[in-house]
């Protein structure tokens, strides 16, 4: 079956504007994380969202970030006010997330490489 | 003290060698751990999961857990230059169903 989509999967903007990152998990999967991570770093946890729970914010550096997930499927992570230092590929994963140990392996979707100018 | 402490790397062993990568975590209640494979430019992808203390084989990989130790650590036996990436340890928190990922090992396999 499809994986986990993102789209951009580039995209370039400059400082000050906003910019919204798209993320559609694997149909079924009740959990779904957005990551960042810069060149040569580790990933850097942002948000979580688990079915109709109120989502773990508390990954987010800053409140120009925030996220959304409608429908329990499709998430949306929106950055305000762009700054260079946000220039990073942002990664989206999605699991089955029942939290037995079976279905807690996450699915990574190919990123969206964000450079801001 | 950081959740997930791997060491950076860069880790480099020869062609046919055992590479061994470790990583420790802080807390106690995680019951699951995974590693990822992260290739260049890449997203990572699962290679092995763990829930049980002791040993865990699969192929050419075998994840070692130690829960006493908040231990565990991933061997790669016959490395390969294919196997060349960076391995990124996650275990699962006990308080929710989100992982905390560590910053990731480079290994480095050389023909």
């Known amino acids: 079956g499809a994986g986990v989509s993102q789209s951009p999967s580039n995209k370039v903007t400059e400082k000050g504007k906003d910019v919204e990152l798209r993320c559609d998990p694997i149909s079924g999967h009740t959990a779904l994380y957005w990551y960042r991570q810069s060149l040569g770093q580790g990933l850097e946890f942002l948000i979580y969202f688990q079915g109709n729970s109120a989502p773990d914010k508390s990954g987010l550096p800053s409140d120009r970030f925030s996220a959304e997930r409608t429908g329990g499927s499709v998430s949306t992570l929106t950055i305000q006010r762009t700054q260079q230092e946000d220039s990073a590929v942002y990664l989206c994963a999605s699991s089955l997330g029942y939290g037995g140990p079976s279905t807690d392996t996450q699915y990574f979707g190919p990123g969206t490489r964000l450079t801001v100018l | ?111």
């Open chain 2, 1 to 111: 003290q950081k959740e997930v402490e791997q060491n950076s790397g860069p880790l480099s062993v020869p062609e046919g060698a055992i590479a061994s990568l470790n990583c420790t975590y802080s807390d106690r209640g995680s019951q699951s751990f995974f590693w990822y494979r992260q290739y260049s430019g890449k997203s990572p992808e699962l290679i092995m999961s763990i829930y049980s203390n002791g040993d865990k084989e699969d192929g050419r990989f075998t994840a070692q857990l130690n829960k006493a130790s908040q231990y565990v650590s991933l061997l790669i036996r016959d490395s390969q230059p294919s196997d060349s990436a960076t391995y990124l340890c996650a275990p699962k928190g006990s308080n929710n169903n989100d992982m905390r990922f560590g910053a990731g090992t480079r290994l480095t396999v050389k023909p």
